[in-house]
């Protein structure tokens, strides 16, 4: 039996029912401050964030799951603090990045699907069943032995959605997910984040994505400038935009 | 497909075996080739490592003459040269023993999937724990190569188109010159995104990936 090691932590206590929250949250990038005075607790089951290039938006996604740390004040999900809980908070959210060539990171479509898993201690037989039905759900079944290079655009995508849903996030965050793709494989992951159980926080500019949405924030200037249902929150960005 | 895209997926006997096996029989095949360097015995193993590939395995043949292709060159001038500094003879057995080594790891690499090479890599390493080196990090770094090796190149071929749009000059020094900042540039970008993407997906979990805790 394997002795309990001294100083290793047990895992933290979580409360879903916190969501995620960000209290007096700022964040700089040496003397420039790209997010400022947040104090927010997330808990729709859909969030959408917009705002200009610059706005602070990547900045407050990659805040959420703890690949950037706050400056200033405490981002916590669940109740997990991202500073000192970082790997459990990382096992509850999931991220999915703008450009999938930098998230896909095995030569082949199943093993890279399977990364996650391996990550997460799931015993073989286990991965084999998950990364098989993660893929037929995506439409991927057919290109388990695929290199990954060789997908479109859109399957890539749908790749990189594949190897964060395997895992079971309790909550994803998507930054910029459909920029880099065509109208239709734009629609086909725009339908797939509707399809979440999940919480999903959506950084876009693709204002329709937000459609069915429970919440869009507004970002500029590193602060939150509008908090609202999705159709007076575009508004909100539309006015603001015009005013440039 | 590119050179690196070979595994290809199949039942037979050669696809069921270990990978750890084949790349033992791969390392004992170029120990063979060098320590017994005559042309019936480079001959031999050719013909040994066909028989293996197309009909053992099942492996299309245009799957290995891909890999034949990618190397052409160099085993023409390998052999060019060979011939006149040592004769024909050592140009016979030379060619011969490079193709049969290139045939013969990419009958591996047809017949095992990456995550199976690396495995067996990361096995092999496990006695690097004691120095404080983690076998997981080296398996990753190979796995991060091979998937990165057509992502580089298909980078490389935007920045060249780029540059030709705009009138810019791609070939010689000077071309690559202009080639190589701004693809560093972006493949600098890539590997930043690509560390993020790899802490949201657990890879410094260790205790996690050591099955001491489920998330």
Same mark, same amino acid.
């Given at each position: 039996m394997r002795r309990r090691l001294p100083g290793r932590r047990a895992e933290p206590i979580a409360d879903p029912a916190r969501g995620i929250e960000l209290r007096g949250v700022g964040h700089s990038y040496g003397e420039r401050t790209v997010l400022s005075d947040l104090d927010l607790q997330l808990t729709e089951h859909r969030i959408g964030v917009i705002g200009a290039n610059g706005s602070g938006k990547s900045t407050f996604a990659r805040l959420l799951n703890g690949l950037v740390q706050p400056s200033a004040g405490q981002v916590l999900v669940d109740g997990l603090d991202t500073a000192t809980q970082v790997r459990a908070v990382r096992r509850r959210v999931g991220f999915v990045f703008q450009d999938p060539d930098a998230q896909i990171v095995h030569p082949t479509v199943a093993e890279d699907v399977a990364y996650g898993l391996e990550n997460q201690g799931v015993p073989p037989p286990e991965r084999t069943e998950r990364v098989a039905a993660v893929l037929e759900r995506y439409g991927l079944a057919g290109h388990a032995d695929h290199p990954a290079h060789l997908l479109s655009g859109g399957q890539k995508q749908l790749l990189a959605i594949a190897g964060v849903l395997v895992m079971r996030p309790a909550r994803i965050v998507f930054d910029e997910p459909t920029t880099l793709l065509d109208l239709v494989n734009a629609r086909r992951v725009a339908q797939v984040v509707a399809e979440l159980e999940q919480q999903v926080v959506v950084v876009t500019h693709q204002l329709d994505l937000l459609d069915g949405f429970d919440r869009v924030l507004v970002v500029d200037g590193g602060r939150v400038v509008a908090d609202d249902a999705p159709a007076p929150a575009v508004a909100a960005y539309r006015a603001l935009m015009a005013g440039r | 497909m590119t050179a690196l895209a070979l595994y290809v997926r199949g039942t037979s006997p050669v696809h069921r075996s270990p990978a750890g096996l084949k790349l033992l029989a791969l390392a004992g095949l170029s120990v063979l080739l060098f320590a017994v360097p005559t042309v019936p015995v480079a001959a031999g193993a050719l013909a040994a490592v066909l028989a293996v590939g197309v009909? /053992? /395995?099942?492996?299309?043949v245009s799957v290995l003459a891909r890999q034949v292709r990618a190397v052409w060159v160099w085993l023409v001038a390998l052999a060019v040269v060979t011939a006149v500094v040592g004769g024909v003879a050592s140009a016979a057995l030379v060619t011969l023993r490079l193709l049969a080594l290139v045939l013969a790891a990419a009958v591996v690499t047809a017949t095992s999937r990456v995550s199976e090479l690396v495995a067996v890599v990361e096995r092999v390493c496990a006695p690097l724990r004691l120095v404080g080196v983690r076998p997981a990090r080296i398996g990753l770094l190979i796995a991060l190569t091979l998937r990165f090796i057509p992502l580089v190149a298909e980078r490389a071929d935007r920045v060249r188109e780029a540059q030709a749009a705009r009138g810019g000059r791609v070939r010689g020094v000077r071309g690559l010159v202009t080639l190589v900042v701004p693809l560093l540039v972006q493949v600098l970008q890539l590997a930043h995104t690509t560390a993020e993407a790899l802490d949201a997906r657990g890879a410094d979990d260790d205790e996690a990936r050591s099955g001491r805790m489920r998330g």
């Open positions: - | 009909v /053992a /395995a099942r492996l299309p």
